[in-house]
């Protein structure tokens, strides 16, 4: 009887791990499994695509807004600092940034922009650096993670305008000769 | 001798593995529908993609929600039932009606059982506070049904279960300190076939 209380104790203190650990990992499985769609689809880290508008053929990311056109940079700042550069148009527009975890650790939207075109340079945890210009600095938790850019399709008559716009976006490492 | 222990471990360890993995999925699925903040058929939580987020809201919005903004960005209600707490069915007729919310923009948006956008001919997939046709009175009616209606209709997936989310952008201040506070518009059953 003893040997088999033992066991029932062993199997849920094992079973209660396995439940800590799955919900722990599951945000950074999510982030893994959408690399691997991006590499699958022959995108590179540090490059802003420029997504086209949401259908409901888009099966990457669940509960898309299709009123947004969105931008994705998956980004790896283990080697070096990433800068983002983005016009900024007469509407809502958002760059938001996501840890490894998915949280949402920093956005900026169109009202609050210091300059347009916007010019941010983000940086990973515990690194020095050069800023190259006059760029807003913003520290990642993690040195991997995902910028998204939003902009809010307000007339449908706009969409080529804010297209153009939208692609005017750009990431890219920053050489820092240090 | 050995073989019965190594045995025994093995199965341990499976069983275990099973109700742990098991029963994280079933929580992160079911947390969705039963968060903090909660009116009428809508629910929300004032910690989505916040860095204060536990464990449990963070595996759940990088399921259902994934790269979803802190709240002084924007809020997000999710409706996975009509008024009546009755899950919203595809063969069903629903009317949602509501007012003007306090946000610079917002949009009330159908999905499907998995999440994504419901396919239809017209790719009408929300309305927002631009798009959609109000009254006199300043309040809207969307018709949620898999019939086509003259005004403000949002077609029903076909089989399965839908979903709402409200989405609202720079959100007032007060919204945004206190997400009950809102008016959210109802979601009423007309007719199930």
Same mark, same amino acid.
């Given at each position: 009887?003893?040997?088999w209380?033992?066991?029932i104790?062993?199997?849920?203190? %094992?079973?209660?791990a396995?439940? =800590?650990?799955?919900?722990?990992?599951f #945000?950074?499985?999510?982030?893994v499994a959408?690399?691997?769609?991006?590499?699958d %689809?022959?995108?590179?880290? &540090?490059?802003?695509y420029?997504? #086209?508008? =949401?259908?409901?053929?888009?099966?990457?990311?669940?509960?898309?807004?299709?009123? *947004?056109?969105y931008s994705?940079?998956?980004?790896?700042l283990?080697?070096?600092?990433?800068?983002?550069?983005?016009?900024?148009?007469?509407?809502y527009?958002? *760059?938001? /940034? /996501?840890a490894?975890?998915?949280?949402? /650790?920093?956005?900026?939207?169109?009202?609050?922009?210091?300059?347009?075109?916007?010019d941010i *340079?983000l940086?990973g #945890?515990?690194?020095?650096?050069?800023?190259?210009?006059?760029?807003?600095v913003?520290t990642? #938790?993690?040195?991997r993670?995902?910028a998204?850019?939003?902009? *809010?399709?307000?007339?449908? &008559?706009r969409i080529e305008?804010?297209?153009k716009?939208?692609?005017?976006?750009?990431?890219?490492?920053v050489?820092?000769? %240090? | 001798?050995?073989?019965k222990r190594?045995?025994?471990?093995?199965a341990?360890?499976?069983?275990a593995? $099973?109700?742990?993995?098991?029963?994280?999925?079933?929580?992160?699925?079911?947390?969705? +529908? $039963?968060q903090?903040i +909660?009116d009428?058929?809508?629910?929300?939580h004032?910690?989505v993609g916040? $860095?204060q987020?536990?464990?449990?809201?963070?595996?759940?919005?990088a399921?259902?929600?994934l790269?979803?903004?802190s !709240?002084?960005?924007?809020?997000?209600?999710?409706?996975?039932?009509?008024?009546?707490?009755?899950?919203? !069915?595809?063969?069903?007729?629903?009317?949602i009606?509501?007012g003007?919310?306090?946000a610079r923009?917002?949009?009330?948006?159908?999905y499907d +059982?998995?999440?994504f956008?419901?396919p239809?001919?017209?790719?009408r997939?929300?309305?927002?506070? +631009?798009?959609? !046709?109000?009254?006199e @009175?300043g !309040?809207?009616?969307?018709?949620l049904s @898999?019939?086509?209606k003259?005004l403000?209709?949002?077609?029903?997936?076909q089989q399965g279960?839908?979903?709402?989310?409200?989405?609202?952008?720079?959100?007032a @201040?007060?919204?945004?300190?206190?997400?009950?506070?809102?008016?959210?518009?109802?979601?009423?059953? $007309?007719r199930?076939?």
């Amino acid at each position: 009887m003893k040997r088999w209380s033992y066991r029932i104790l062993a199997t849920l203190a %094992l079973a209660a791990a396995f439940h =800590v650990l799955t919900v722990m990992a599951f #945000p950074r499985a999510i982030m893994v499994a959408l690399s691997w769609k991006g590499k699958d %689809l022959g995108q590179s880290s &540090n490059v802003l695509y420029h997504q #086209p508008r =949401v259908t409901a053929d888009s099966r990457v990311v669940v509960r898309p807004s299709p009123d *947004l056109l969105y931008s994705v940079c998956a980004y790896d700042l283990s080697k070096a600092p990433l800068r983002i550069s983005a016009s900024v148009p007469d509407t809502y527009w958002s *760059l938001s /940034f /996501f840890a490894s975890n998915t949280d949402n /650790f920093f956005v900026i939207n169109d009202r609050e922009v210091q300059a347009n075109p916007a010019d941010i *340079l983000l940086v990973g #945890p515990a690194v020095s650096y050069k800023n190259p210009g006059n760029a807003q600095v913003v520290t990642s #938790p993690s040195s991997r993670g995902v910028a998204l850019i939003r902009i *809010l399709i307000t007339d449908e &008559n706009r969409i080529e305008e804010l297209t153009k716009i939208q692609r005017q976006a750009s990431c890219s490492p920053v050489d820092q000769g %240090l | 001798m050995k073989a019965k222990r190594l045995f025994e471990i093995l199965a341990i360890v499976l069983i275990a593995l $099973v109700i742990g993995v098991g029963s994280a999925v079933w929580v992160i699925d079911s947390f969705a +529908k $039963v968060q903090t903040i +909660k009116d009428g058929a809508w629910t929300t939580h004032p910690l989505v993609g916040s $860095v204060q987020a536990n464990m449990y809201l963070r595996a759940t919005i990088a399921r259902i929600a994934l790269f979803a903004l802190s !709240r002084t960005e924007a809020l997000y209600y999710n409706a996975f039932t009509d008024e009546e707490g009755e899950p919203l !069915r595809p063969e069903c007729d629903y009317i949602i009606e509501g007012g003007d919310l306090p946000a610079r923009w917002w949009s009330i948006t159908a999905y499907d +059982k998995d999440h994504f956008l419901i396919p239809n001919a017209l790719n009408r997939y929300s309305y927002n506070m +631009k798009n959609l !046709r109000w009254d006199e @009175q300043g !309040r809207y009616k969307i018709y949620l049904s @898999q019939t086509p209606k003259d005004l403000n209709w949002l077609p029903a997936a076909q089989q399965g279960t839908i979903s709402i989310t409200l989405r609202a952008y720079n959100p007032a @201040q007060a919204l945004a300190e206190n997400m009950g506070s809102a008016e959210l518009p109802r979601i009423m059953k $007309v007719r199930c076939e």
